[in-house]
Structure formats: C-alpha cells, structure tokens
C-alpha cells in the first residue's frame, strides 16, 4: 500500500523596508513620514499575510531597522524587536550575495521574513518565481512559497508568489496621494464636464482595483462602488436625454459588476460597525458572530477577486471604456444643454417624492431599500452643478442618511438570521442564543423608530431651488 508523501514547503516574505529620507550617508538614512505611515499601514496586513509567523531577519542599515520598530510599535504583542536578528549582509543591493547567505545560513524554519533592499529582494524574487512582478515599492511585500526542505535548495524558478502587498493596496489614505487627479470643470461647458467625468470615474474604477482585492481596507470598495454607480446614474440620465451608440450595452456590465460587491460590503459595514461599537446586547455570542461573518467576507471577497480576473470583466471594463471615448459619444453629446439634465432631474425628484409620500407602516423593507437608490442617483445628478444644486444636497444627504442607516439595520438582522441558522449559530449555548434573540428584538426596534423618521421626511422637489436653465 503506497502513501502520498507530504511535500515540504518554505514561506519566504520580502519586505522592502519603507520610504526614506535622502542622506550622504546611505547606512544612516532615516524613514520619512511617507516612510512612518507605510510601516503603520502595512503593519496589520502583513500580520494577517503571516509574515510574522517565523523568524525575522533584518539589514543593519537604519531604514530597515526603523522599518521592524515601526512594525513592532504598531504591534507590540509580537514582540517583533526583541525576535529580530540583524545581518550585516542583508544591507546589500545584489541579489546573488542575498541568495549566498540564504542558503548558507540554512536557517531552522519554515517561515522567513527578510527586511532588505531592492533591487536584491525584487531580483530575488525574480530568481525564485517566474510569477515574480516588476516592482516591489517601498514598504512593500512578496510572499513566496518553495518546496523544498532546507533552505540549501533554493534554485531558479521553484517559487510560486502567494501574496504581493503594497501600502497603496493597503490604505485607502495612502493610496489617496497618487490617486487619479479629479478634472477640473468649473469652465467646462456641459458636454465636456460629462465627458471628464466619465473618463476620470473609469480611471479610478482601475486605480482602485488592487486595493478592492487586497482587502484591507474596506474603503477601496466602498469607492469602487460610489465610481460605478456614478457612471451608472450619468449614463442613465444621458439614455433618457438622447440615443448614444453602444452606451446602453456597455453599461449592462457596469450594472452587473456593481451588483456583485453588494453582499462584501454589507458585510464590511457589518465587521466596521462592531469593531467600532461592540453591541453589549451580543454576549458571549458577539466572538463566535465576529468570526463567522469575517469567513463569509472571506468567501465573498474570494469570489469578487475571481471576478476581477476573468476575462469577461476585462472585457465589459473596456467596452465600457471605448464607449465612452468613442466619436460617437462625443458627436451625440455635442446638442447636449444643462436644461436637458434639469427636465431629468426634476422628473426624478417627483418620482422619488411621490414614492416617498405612498410609504406607510405596512411598505416593505424593498420600498425604502428602492427609494434610497433613487436618493444615490439625484445626488449623483445634482452634483454635476453642486452650486446650483445646494439646498437640494442639503436635503438628499439627510435623506441618504436615514435610508442608508434603515438598509444597514436590514443587513445586519438578515446577517443575524443567517448566523443563527449556521452550524456556529446552532452550536451556541442557550444563554448565548437568548442573547442574540434580545439583540435581534433592539434592531427591530431601531428598525420601528427609523421608518417612523423616513415616513416624516419632507419631499425634495421644494429643495431644489437651482432655476432653470434658458432654453
């Protein structure tokens, strides 16, 4: 009878220490505060990659050692400073002499964190995995597994990349700095500052997808979806105004994509709003929930990233580029007036008033869920003259809020059944399960008192005081 043997397997993380300051001295060179707030973005992703599981081994010069005591400040019940070891052969820029101490250190683990200096790390990497990217930024990480049983094996090519992590794939904030720039229209005329519009939310649709499938933080997805439902409601309202070749296609798949972040972020707002404010009705449930709900946003977010990397989304993403920068967009927006936009805009403000004042106790939850669709899509439109458009913003913000929190509450109780019913859920002791029922009773009862506010929102047809455009 054969066995399958288990096959051995090294985790190699490289960490390129984080940005520094110029200096004449290149050993002493210190992190800057770009340097400082990458440490501290990457601090929680990396213990997350597992890159803190093994050893620690960390060039000499200052930027590297200022790199582990910012990981260890922002993470002090690791211990990282007191496991790190410092080599002065890691402060190399070479990637054979890196390879050499690699294999002759022939260190006793399995997970090995290097904290060095490109372009050694990056060729390293190179070296070992064919998968290997083309940069590797400051502060950032190259995850490689091996299989091999000593690290004296280490040859060209054996490596597969498991994770790659920048601090802009990390932070929102960070990635806020090389953003896109927004275009300026404030002397655009209509046409025109549709046209920017457009081409920048696309831009930052495809600048903001490495951080949505990283997944540190939620804010990447939270604008992805603000940058595809603004495209969403903008070419609606042009659909509404004239014909446009290839528009409404193209806009199928935006619709289809924006539709499948919906469950990840309910479930990012669920995890952000009890890592915020711990629900004391929850008792001992509130661990065992925590848990199940960050594996399901696992699960999602999974499927999101495989989403992002078929083929089929590639596709819709440049048809819906093409679209927009055809000749033909162009030339069907050249009659285009604001006055046009304003027909729309209050055709959907009277829309949205006559569905709010036909609310009652007795609506469905899907009623106030759809008027708070309605509510996004006029604030996206208002936007395009924020000026012109200013008490009726006022009053759409209020709107939002109410609507968005009612959504929220919706979540977190369907959230809750879902738990319930799970095998985690179906596993609590009685207390536990009492705890979450009266838990469940309070949202109701949230739920109640936030119907009432929306039932008593005023329309936002007298809020639009913009005047009309001159024919």
Known sequence: MSHDREVPMKHLYLIRHARAKRATDDHERPLSGRGQRQVAAMAEPLQRLGAFTGEIHVSTALRARQTLLGLDATLPELGLAARAHYHEALYTFEEKPLRRWLRAADLDTDHLTLIGHNPALLELAQRLSAQAPKRLPT??????????????????????????????????????????????LDDLGTRHRIINQLEHQYRMIRALEPGVAAGHDPEFLHQYRVNLRRSRALAETLLAIIEIPR???????????????????????????????????????????VAWLHERAREARRELCHQLQRRAYARDMLAWRDAIASKGFTKALSGLQERQIDRVLRERLARHDAQLTSLTDASPDAALHKLRKRVKRLRYLAELSPERHRRLLEGLKVHQERLGDFQDLCSQLDWLDAFTDAEPGQALPETSRQALQHWRTRLHERKATLRQAILALAPLTERDSAQPTPA
């Open 139 to 184: 502060g950032g990480l190259l995850h490689i597994t091996l299989p091999i049983a000593t690290w004296r094996e280490l040859g060209r090519h054996q490596g597969e990349i498991i994770h790659t992590l920048s601090p802009r794939e990390a932070s929102h904030i960070l990635f806020q700095g090389r953003a896109p720039e927004p275009p300026r």
């Open 247 to 289: 528009l409404g296609r193209a806009l199928k798949g935006l619709k289809r994509h924006a539709r499948a972040t919906s469950e990840l972020r309910d479930l990012e707002v669920f995890l952000e709003h009890l890592a915020r404010q711990p629900s004391p009705e929850a008792g001992p449930a509130l661990t065992p929930l």
